[in-house]
């Protein structure tokens, strides 16, 4: 089992910046690619942003380039999610994800197998 908890969500204005952080606890976290979703109020999950296992690969949704940051630190079992110049449409609870060794960065959701409970995000206009 892998415990996540993230942190780092609240209010802020349109062109603000916020960053979230997702602490990893109850196995080697090297282990495990990880990954940013998000979900909007009546919408389905999706994909932001996703780190492979040594951070030689990064991947975003093609809403969030240029503007989000995905990074983790193995020694400190952390991810974390740098999000600059937001959006009004950038609000959603935002959630951190554990894919165990996947072959390859995915952005669906059902491959990951471990999920934090979610922060909010709330833009304003």
């Known amino acids: 089992q892998v415990q996540l908890v993230e942190s780092g969500g609240g209010l802020v204005q349109a062109g603000g910046s916020l960053r979230l952080s997702c602490v990893a606890s109850?196995?080697?976290?090297?282990?495990?690619?990880m990954g940013w979703f998000c979900q909007a109020p009546g919408k389905e999950r999706e994909f932001v942003a996703a780190i492979s296992r040594s951070s030689g690969t990064l991947t975003y949704a093609d809403s969030v380039k240029g503007r989000f940051t995905i990074s983790r630190d193995n020694a400190k079992n952390t991810v974390d999610l740098q999000m600059n110049s937001l959006k009004p449409e950038d609000t959603a609870v935002y959630y951190c994800?554990?894919?165990?060794?996947?072959?390859?960065?995915?952005?669906?959701?059902?491959?990951?197998?471990?999920w934090g409970q979610g922060t909010q995000v709330t833009v304003s206009s």
């Open positions: 994800a554990a894919d165990y060794r996947p072959p390859k960065i995915v952005v669906t959701e059902h491959s990951y197998d471990y």
């Open positions: 109850g196995r080697t976290f090297s282990n495990y690619a």
